[in-house]
C-alpha cells in the first residue's frame, strides 16, 4: 500500500537558518504530494502541494519538488523564523479517489 | 469563510465509558473525514463521508466506533466502550468535494484522554 516516510525530529535550528526536512513516499501510479503544518493546539494546514513529476509546490517561503526518480518531496526553506516552530507533516494521495496517507510528522524547534 | 468547528476541545473519559464527538464542516463542503491523530503519529483516516453516505470506513474499528452525518452537514463520531488505546486527537476535516486534488480543511481536534 502507500506510505510516506519522513526525517524524525526534532529538527532544531536558529532563526535565518536553511531548512530541509526529508520525505520520500512509496506509492503506485502517479500520486498528489503534500505539506501540511500542524502549530500547538490546532488542526493541520496545508502548507504547499504538487499534483505531477517535477512540480514545484511553494507557500510562505517553503518549497517543495515532486522527484518521481527518488520518490521524494523534500521540504525546504531559505530562512526560517521563529513563528515557524511547528510539526510537518507530509502526505500522499493516491490517484482516483484513495485516502489521504500521512507521516509520522517531524517537528521544527527554531530559537532567536 | 468560517473553518471546519469541532468539539469538545478536550474530553477525560474513564475506560469503558461512551464519547461523542461533534463536527460543523465548512459550508458547501460535501465531503467529511474523521482522523484519529495518536501523539507522535501523522493522522489516520477513520471514515470519510460523501454528503450523507460513507465512501470509506475500512479503518473504523466497528465494534466500538460509530459515526453518522445525517443530512449531510453536521457529523457525529461516537466511541462505545472507550479503551486506553483510544487516546488521541479526534480531527474532523472536510473538502468541496472528494477529488485527488481537493484540498482538506481540518478543525482543531477534540483532544481525548481515556483514564
Known amino acids: 500500500g502507500n506510505s510516506v516516510t519522513q526525517m524524525e525530529g526534532p529538527v532544531t535550528l536558529s532563526e535565518e537558518a536553511f531548512l530541509t526536512i526529508n520525505c520520500t513516499y512509496t506509492a503506485t501510479g502517479y500520486p498528489s504530494l503534500f505539506w501540511y503544518v500542524q502549530y500547538p493546539g490546532e488542526g493541520l494546514q496545508l502548507l504547499l502541494k504538487?499534483?505531477?513529476?517535477?512540480d514545484k509546490g511553494s507557500n510562505k517561503g517553503f518549497e517543495a519538488t515532486y522527484r518521481k526518480e527518488t520518490t521524494s518531496f523534500h521540504l525546504e526553506k531559505g530562512s526560517v523564523q521563529v513563528s515557524d516552530s511547528a510539526v510537518y507533516f507530509c502526505?500522499?494521495?493516491?490517484?482516483?479517489?484513495?485516502?489521504?496517507?500521512f507521516g509520522t510528522g517531524t517537528r521544527l524547534l527554531v530559537s532567536p | 469563510e468560517a473553518g471546519v468547528a469541532q468539539s469538545p476541545r478536550y474530553k477525560i473519559i474513564e475506560k469503558r465509558q461512551s464519547v461523542a464527538f461533534w463536527c460543523n464542516p465548512i459550508s458547501g463542503h460535501a465531503t467529511l473525514y474523521w482522523y484519529q491523530q495518536i501523539l507522535g503519529q501523522g493522522p489516520k483516516l477513520l471514515i470519510q463521508?460523501?454528503?450523507?453516505?460513507?465512501?470509506?470506513d475500512s479503518q473504523l474499528p466497528k465494534d466500538r466506533f460509530s459515526a453518522e452525518r445525517l443530512k449531510g452537514v453536521d457529523s457525529t463520531l461516537k466511541i462505545q466502550p472507550a479503551k486506553l488505546e483510544d487516546s488521541a486527537v479526534y480531527l474532523c476535516a472536510s473538502s468541496f468535494e472528494q477529488g485527488p486534488n481537493q484540498p482538506q480543511h481540518f478543525g482543531d481536534g477534540t483532544r481525548l484522554s481515556i483514564l
Open positions: 463521508f460523501q454528503n450523507n453516505g460513507v465512501v470509506d
Open positions: 504538487a499534483t505531477k513529476a517535477d
Open positions: 502526505a500522499l494521495r493516491g490517484t482516483g479517489f484513495q485516502k489521504l496517507v
